[in-house]
């Protein structure tokens, strides 16, 4: 019998360089099209924390893009992530 070793899931630091990446090439260059940025806070046990600035920063449509465009990015983009969360004070 062959039994094949479960893949090891991936580090947080492994995980925060492929936010890094992804933020880099992809996400705020489309941000910064609303004068807008995303930025990785740290990432815990796999949870991606992303605090929004600029023109994103308690903006009507923040909830969206962080659900709909960032988080799904991430997620189809990066290996490991068990969840995105929002720690933006868009009431600032």
């Known amino acids: 019998m062959n039994e094949s070793a479960a893949p090891t899931p991936p580090t947080d630091a492994e995980i925060e360089a492929g936010v890094r990446r992804v933020f880099d090439e992809y996400i705020n260059p489309a941000l910064q099209s609303h004068g807008g940025f995303a930025r990785l806070v740290e990432v815990v046990n796999g949870e991606v924390?992303?605090?929004?600035?600029?023109?994103?920063?308690?903006?009507?449509?923040?909830?969206?893009?962080?659900?709909?465009?960032?988080?799904?990015?991430?997620?189809?983009?990066?290996?490991?992530?068990?969840?995105v969360t929002d720690v933006t004070n868009h009431g600032a």
Do not use: D, N
């Open 49 to 83: 924390r992303v605090e929004l600035g600029g023109g994103c920063r308690g903006c009507p449509g923040a909830r969206a893009t962080m659900r709909q465009g960032i988080e799904a990015y991430l997620r189809e983009m990066v290996p490991g992530i068990a969840a």
